[in-house]
Nanobody
Framework: QVQLVESGGGLVQAGGSLRLSCAAS????????MGWFRQAPGKEREFVAA????????YYADSVKGRFTISRDNAKNTVYLQMNSLKFEDTAVYYC??????????????WGQGTQVTVSS
């Protein structure tokens, strides 16, 4: 079992930056791939970024490539999402997820409760 708690969301102006954090419980954090997803009102949950267990492999949605960076600190059981050059269309609830392997769909085993990111235009 893995429990995930996101933090760092908030209100930011377009062009600004935010860093999301996801703290995981459990002693096996380093064995899980970690991902970030988002869901805007009226839309399906979509993949944003993912990182493999070692941090050596990262994956991004085309819409965030070059602006967002995912990273992890296995010593702290934490995964991060650095979001730069934010756009209005990045507004959504952002969810942290854990899974055995990286998959680019929302079929992950464990989910956090989500954190709201609102970008004002």
């Amino acid at each position: 079992q893995v429990q995930l708690v996101e933090s760092g969301g908030g209100l930011v102006q377009a062009g600004g930056s935010l860093r999301l954090s996801c703290a995981a419980s459990g002693r096996t954090f380093s064995s899980y791939a970690m991902g970030w997803f988002r869901q805007a009102p009226g839309k399906e949950r979509e993949f944003v970024a993912a990182i493999n267990w070692s941090g050596g492999g990262t994956y991004y949605a085309d819409s965030v490539k070059g602006r967002f960076t995912i990273s992890r600190d296995n010593a702290k059981n934490t995964v991060y999402l650095q979001m730069n050059s934010l756009k209005f269309e990045d507004t959504a609830v952002y969810y942290c997820a854990a899974n055995g392997v990286v998959v680019l769909t929302a079929r992950w085993d464990y989910w956090g409760q989500g954190t709201q990111v609102t970008v004002s235009s």
